[in-house]
């Protein structure tokens, strides 16, 4: 797979260093373009243009990074949205790039019996206008050394009947 228009969603994690290597792996072509979209997610109790110069300042740090760790000069753009949900503008974001993939890191969320991933996540399974490709890290359980899980989580055995 190789697209020539790339939007990646950059956090300011740790899982921005796999989202942008994915990223610029999936990108090819002479005309190729990736999009970093840095997002503040902006609480109801205020007006969603209301103005947060410390979010600002830190979705440009995390698009400068994102642009110098991707290695390419004038192939990246960044853009810092500001939106009720991550999702979305998303789906907005991409229809308006004319992305032909999505590049993001995916959460798990625990709870006591089950894992899932989050809701961002999920919305862009179902709404996403491209290909979706969703990054995420190994089990904290997992050890690559022989290839299986030192533990197997709860939810992975069925109880007879």
Do not use: W
């Not at 994690?13 to 503040?40: C, E, K, P, Q, W």
């Not at 103005?51 to 390419?72: C, D, F, I, K, M």
């Not at 890290?137 to 989580?153: C, F, Q, V």
Request: hydrophobic share 40%.
């Amino acid at each position: 797979m190789s697209y020539s228009r790339v939007m990646c969603l950059v956090r300011g994690d740790d899982s921005d260093t796999d989202v942008i290597a994915t990223a610029v792996n999936l990108s090819n072509g002479n005309h190729r373009r990736i999009h970093f979209v840095y997002v503040i997610v902006v609480d109801r109790r205020y007006a969603l243009d209301s103005p947060n110069l410390a979010n600002y300042a830190e979705g440009e740090r995390v698009l400068l990074r994102a642009e110098q760790a991707s290695g390419l000069r004038n192939e990246t753009r960044g853009s810092i949205l500001q939106a009720r949900s991550i999702g979305q503008v998303l789906v907005r974001e991409a229809l308006d790039f004319g992305a032909e993939a999505l590049v993001l890191s995916a959460r798990i969320v625990s709870t006591i019996n089950s894992r899932k991933i989050d809701s961002d996540s999920e919305y862009l399974l179902v709404n996403a206008p491209c290909a979706l490709i969703l990054v995420r890290d190994a089990l904290e359980e997992y050890d690559a050394s022989n290839g299986h899980p030192d533990r197997y989580p709860e939810s992975v055995f069925v109880q007879g009947s």
